[in-house]
């Protein structure tokens, strides 16, 4: 991604502000394809090949933005995913209902 973007000399476009907020927008598109389904049709969104094709292209659009957000900042995406999986084992141990997870930290779960 990062090559994508410096052969079209996107990179001063390419700020943790600009790609986090084009994040953003690239999620909202797809979850525009869900906004109106009921969860029965949402979990049938596959079945139809126009919408699991848009479905696709808006994933790879957050994945995208997210890839070039990470790498602006230095951030190893899947050490980040690690270290919060980590974190919620201890914070929504095995065993406990649903509902009763320990929030401790509110900051730590955003």
């Known amino acids: 991604m990062a090559e994508f973007?410096?052969?079209r000399e996107w990179q001063p476009y390419h700020?943790?502000?600009n790609l986090a907020a084009a994040l953003s927008v690239e999620a909202a598109e797809l979850l525009e394809?869900?906004?109106w389904l009921t969860p029965d049709e949402a979990a049938r969104v596959m079945e139809d090949p126009?919408?699991?094709h848009r479905v696709a292209d808006e994933v790879a659009d957050v994945l995208a933005y997210l890839l070039q957000f990470c790498g602006t900042?230095?951030?190893d995406p899947l050490a980040a995913l690690s270290?919060?999986?980590d974190r919620n084992e201890l914070r929504f141990p095995v065993g406990r209902p649903?509902?009763?997870g320990?929030?401790?930290d509110r900051h730590s779960s955003e």
Request: charged content about 20%.
């Open 102 to 104: 320990a929030r401790t």
């Open 83 to 85: 270290a919060k999986i």
């Open 5 to 7: 973007a410096a052969s």
């Open 98 to 100: 649903p509902g009763r």
């Open 73 to 75: 900042l230095g951030v």
């Open 15 to 17: 700020t943790p502000k």
């Open 50 to 52: 126009d919408t699991a």
């Open 33 to 35: 394809i869900f906004q």
